[in-house]
DNA sequence: AGACTGGGGA
């Protein structure tokens, strides 16, 4: 009836046939994967199909193994649909969900939470917002899970005015008062970042506040740069659990206090807690900014010996934290023995590259990247360009920016223009580099006019260092740092002018 | 029976 065959590299292949047993006659089976026995009692086919079809995506959530399901031959009611519909989106195939959902005969308001919770989950959540539309029209009723995912997803689009007319519609139906919808809530409103709402809410919750309230708050001050009042938090947190930790360590790595990040990890660990991968990203981090190649080992080595998971998250921080404390060979080793590689994995290797001025090998990596099928990003140009710029490949620093624009679409930003000009100035095309000059919006422009009155000053380049240095000051007061920049030019011009005054008689 | 709230990498 129910064959499951373990394959190798730990796919699981379910297989249902259509003649399932007996209703009456109770099922089960047990199967193991390489870190858990998991034992299921299955009473009616159709639980039976449920509950495979949900084992099979805890094996996905836990990455333990990737399943396939290979054929259900049962006749689908509404409790299969809705796990189907879950399955196929945490295997990110959305539309056959998508098409399961248009297909049911009946919905209940569970099949429009997971089909909402799959694009939520997906990050597609203007897609929750429109479903949800559709939902009021076919007048069913919202529950709390449904506001849980709609609060969660104006989070993610910063819609603030419509979650705050969803708040308003909580209350009225009376749903104000759960936990999980409020912190749900209080997420909203720290990811909008309108804080006196948040606390006005945290306030108003009193006794019912738990350890994910305020670990929501905590990062909330994190994400304003307020580490201290995140710390503040933190302190005032009796039992803290890992996220809790990870949240503060994160918030450490993030206001440029590594140190900070690697004191909690010792104390953390002193504590009895076991990190987490999450945990360690940020310890790896913290490594990294330090460029403190003893520490990195060590936070290596204690991964390795705890058996922490080595996800993607982890492996390209282990890359990151190699290439960023000068031991760029660790960094390749990690890399090349990964076989699921993102587009930040290879970004990150790409960076490592680049800032050892291996500028062809960023290149050939990109190139492997591209064959591979992973889309390049912003970040991964701006690695990319800085790898031309360090390397002095200006025709193929100028071919990538093209193509980035060209081939993948994506709108040049500061960094890029920033690379690019630098690497123009650097390679002595001055004239160049003040043409391009014309593309940067007028708001970004003061930064690649610094890289360029750098350039002339290195290249004694005084009449268009003038030019520059006029446009300069048309944009308005600046920073210090630029009046120091100018400064050095003036001083230097009027030391060149002297010079070629001398040569003249 | 299932859907939902807190932390991570360039």
């Known amino acids: 009836m129910v064959s499951l065959m373990p394959r190798p590299r730990g796919t699981v292949f379910l297989e249902l046939t259509p003649k399932a047993p007996h209703p ?83 919905r209940d308001v569970g099949s429009w939470n997971t089909l909402l919770g799959i694009y939520n989950y997906s990050s597609d959540s203007w897609e929750v917002l429109i479903l949800f539309k559709r939902l009021m029209y076919e007048e069913i009723k919202a529950d709390k899970i449904t506001l849980v995912i709609l609060f969660s997803a104006c989070a993610r689009l910063e819609k603030l005015h419509y979650g705050k007319t969803l708040h308003c519609y909580a209350t009225k139906v009376g749903l104000e008062c759960m936990l999980n919808l409020e912190n749900a809530l209080l997420g909203m409103y720290t990811k909008c970042k309108d804080i006196d709402e948040a606390l006005r809410l945290f306030d108003k919750m009193g006794s019912r506040k738990d350890i994910v309230s305020h670990n929501i708050l905590l990062n909330g001050y994190i994400e304003m740069e307020l580490v201290d009042f995140a710390r503040e938090i933190f302190d005032k947190i009796v039992e803290k659990d890992l996220v809790v930790w ?117 290149l050939c990596t990109f190139y492997q990247m591209e064959r591979q099928g992973i889309t390049p990003n912003e970040a991964t140009f701006v690695s990319l360009l800085a790898a031309c710029s360090h390397s002095g490949l200006i025709n193929e620093g100028c071919q990538l920016f093209r193509r980035m624009a060209g081939v993948y679409r994506i709108q040049p930003k500061i960094e890029h223009f920033g690379c690019l000009v630098d690497l123009l100035s650097r390679a002595g095309l001055l004239h160049q580099a003040e043409e391009f000059m014309e593309m940067i919006p007028a708001d970004d422009k003061i930064i690649a006019y610094k890289t360029l009155l750098s350039a002339c000053i290195n290249y004694s380049e005084f009449d268009l260092g003038q030019k520059i240095a006029n446009n300069m000051m048309e944009l308005g007061p600046q920073s210090q740092a630029v009046y120091v920049l100018l400064s050095n030019f003036y001083a230097l011009e009027g030391h060149g002018l002297k010079l070629q005054k001398q040569e003249e008689t």
């Open 24 to 106: 009456s006659k109770p099922f089960s089976f047990t199967t193991t994967s390489s870190t858990k026995a998991v034992t299921i009692r299955i009473i009616t086919p159709t639980r039976l199909c449920s509950k495979l079809v949900l084992l099979c995506f805890r094996y996905q959530r836990e990455k333990s193994c990737m399943p396939t399901l290979v054929k259900i031959g049962l006749d689908s009611d509404i409790y299969v649909g809705n796990a189907l519909i879950q399955f196929y989106g945490c295997l990110g195939t959305l539309i056959d969900a998508r098409v399961l959902f248009e297909k049911m005969p009946h």
């Open 246 to 362: 990870s949240s503060m360590m994160h918030g450490y790595v993030k206001a440029k206090q590594p140190k900070k990040t690697l004191e909690l990890f010792k104390k953390m660990v002193d504590t009895g807690l076991t990190p987490d991968q999450n945990t360690m990203v940020s310890v790896l981090s913290a490594c990294a900014s330090l460029s403190n190649l003893q520490y990195g080992r060590l936070v290596h080595r204690f991964i390795l010996q705890n058996n922490i998971r080595q996800d993607s998250f982890v492996k390209t921080a282990v890359i990151d934290m190699y290439s960023k404390c000068g031991s760029l060979e660790d960094g390749l080793v990690t890399f090349y023995k990964m076989d699921c590689k993102d587009v930040v994995t290879w970004t990150t290797m790409i960076e490592g590259l680049a800032n050892y001025g291996l500028g062809n090998e960023a």
